[in-house]
């Protein structure tokens, strides 16, 4: 039927041969230039079934030349007959009329193809409108998304940064889109790469988007940036070199990320970069260099939520080397920038919950549990200061609530709820840096 309905829209497509063995009547018999005449008319005024009549036997008969009108140009009426089968079309509400006035359009791009050559039209431009078209009417057309991306494809070939100029970059950018998203990911790539050197930088950027989606897993993008590398600048190149640090990491290549990290730290030592070498460092259990470049990075900031933070981690890594004395100074010094920060109270804690540890290596005696006063002195603090970490600090006052002395043992050592006692040597000599009091409880 959709055939049926296209035959009797454009006509059948004959050769020119055919056409001047019996060439009918001119529309209302009228000389060829009043037919064009009234054509020209009728488009102008949107008339387009009226237009079509006169259209069709122009196309026919007089696509090229016209006795007595030395002026005549025959592609425009060509142009003017896809713009009456479009705008028709665009009115139908039937589907497959609607699709057989699209064949029409696509059948009158293909016969200004045959009719005309280089030198009488710009078959780039009217190829462009045609895959524009296309595009706009994919959903009517078999197959019509693939065939759309072939003839941009075909347009991209013919002259490269043309192509790439019309619609600043839109087609391209599309072009490259489609090859993704219809599985042609080589051909996207090689697209990529042919046309980057001729296109604008909003261009590019959208390349590095593309490539950057299309090399999704962190081996693949690793062998990617690898090649980009040497077309960049240097700011680029820090801003990749960043990236594969975050990647070397993703796949456990350490040694690479290690590199990566000195070469960051030796190019630009920012704070984020020393920052990065102290936090690879501490991954990797490496806690003096951890601590050295801590001490740089202190150096390199004047804010002070930052500084508190860094000291934080400079009691962590000393703590980690069970250094609890240098550790406390860096918690306490923490402490002092950002009062109202519950974390290093809670460091504080863990470090005199470890001193018993250290202390009491032969079993908790009645003077290493009072101990455990001080460190709910600490998280009980914390809680007050830090809503944020209550439900954290509350679970670990209950556990060490549990192992402080029991009445008998506070019997024993003469001890009255509520009595300030000291936490030092007078406990055991191992406390003797210590130097807090608490209360008994």
Known sequence: MKKLILLLIAGLFVSESAF???????????????????????????????????????????PREMENNPNFRG????????????AIGAQQSDPSLRE????????????????????????????????????????AIDNGRVLTMEEYNELFEKDM??????????????????????????????????????????????????????????????????TQMDGMDEDEQLETKQELF?????????????????????????YANIMRLAEYAESQANYRDAIRYLGEAFQATDDPETRAMINLKLSENHFALRDLQTARTYAQRAMRLRPNWGAPL????????????DCASGGLER??????????????????VDSSVANTVQRSIASFQAVTPNAEEKFYMNWEN???????????ACYDWISESTTVR
């Open 20 to 62: 001047a063995q019996e060439e009918p009547p001119t529309p209302l018999n009228l000389p060829p230039i009043a037919v064009q005449s009234l054509f020209v008319e009728s488009v102008r005024n949107q008339q387009f079934e009226e237009a079509l009549n006169f259209g069709r036997w122009l196309v026919d008969w007089r």
């Open 75 to 86: 592609d425009r009426n060509f142009r003017r007959m896809i713009q009456i089968y479009e």
């Open 100 to 139: 057989a006035y699209i064949d029409s359009v696509l059948i009158m791009y293909e016969r200004t193809f045959i009719t005309f050559d280089e030198s009488e039209i710009d078959k780039f431009e009217w190829k462009m409108n045609r895959a524009r078209f296309m595009q706009s009417n994919m959903r």
């Open 161 to 226: 940064e043309r192509f790439i100029q019309t619609g600043d970059g839109y087609f391209i950018n599309y072009l490259v889109s489609e090859l993704v998203n219809n599985g042609f990911r080589d051909r996207a790539i090689q697209t990529m790469n042919v046309a980057e050197p001729l296109s604008p930088e909003s261009v590019r950027a959208h390349f590095n988007q593309v490539r950057a989606d299309l090399f999704s897993s962190p081996d693949e993008r690793i062998e990617f940036l690898l």
């Open 246 to 270: 975050d990647l070397y990491g993703a796949t456990g290549n350490r040694e690479k990320q290690r590199e990566m990290a000195i070469t960051l730290y030796e190019v630009d030592p920012s």
């Open 346 to 357: 809670m460091r504080m804690a863990d470090i005199y919950a470890q001193a018993v540890t």
């Open 367 to 384: 003077t290493d549990k009072a101990v455990y006063w001080l460190v709910i002195d600490y998280l009980e603090r914390a809680r007050r």
């Open 418 to 428: 509520g009595d300030t006692i000291q936490v030092g040597a007078n406990l055991n």
